[in-house]
């Protein structure tokens, strides 16, 4: 979405793509609204979760070809796993974190 104002415009990402953040935006305050303290961690956990890296790049002769994971669900979940401190509130943020990298996942071999 494009809204222009004279020589200046603001850029919206997609109608379904602000919805689905808004939805996320809401389900993750609503989360931290049950941690006791620090809930401002709720947030740190989802944000962290969403981050995807290669871990294998081969080039052949059509191209490029990389292997992706989800390293920070990864690091996430083994934290909270151990940690003393975990709490379902955290461990649903990570997991909405996750859904959000295999979208990009998806998006780096698809797109």
């Known amino acids: 979405m494009e809204f222009k104002f004279g020589n200046a415009a603001l850029l919206f990402p997609p109608l ?4 689905i953040a808004i939805i996320i935006i809401f389900i993750l305050v609503r989360w931290s ?3 006791e303290t ?3 961690t709720v947030f740190f956990y989802f944000l962290i979760s969403t981050f995807i890296t290669p871990i294998y790049s ?4 059509e191209g490029v070809f990389e292997l992706w994971i ?3 669900f990864i690091l996430v979940f083994f934290y909270l796993i151990r940690s003393e401190r975990y709490h379902p509130s955290k461990m649903k943020a990570s997991i909405l ?3 959000i ?7 780096q071999y698809i797109g």
């Open 70 to 72: 989800p390293a920070g």
């Open 97 to 99: 974190g996750f859904s």
């Open 38 to 40: 620090r809930r401002f």
């Open 58 to 61: 081969q080039s052949t002769s």
């Open 16 to 19: 379904h793509i602000t919805i």
């Open 101 to 107: 990298a295999l979208y990009q996942l998806i998006l």
């Open 33 to 35: 609204k049950q941690l």
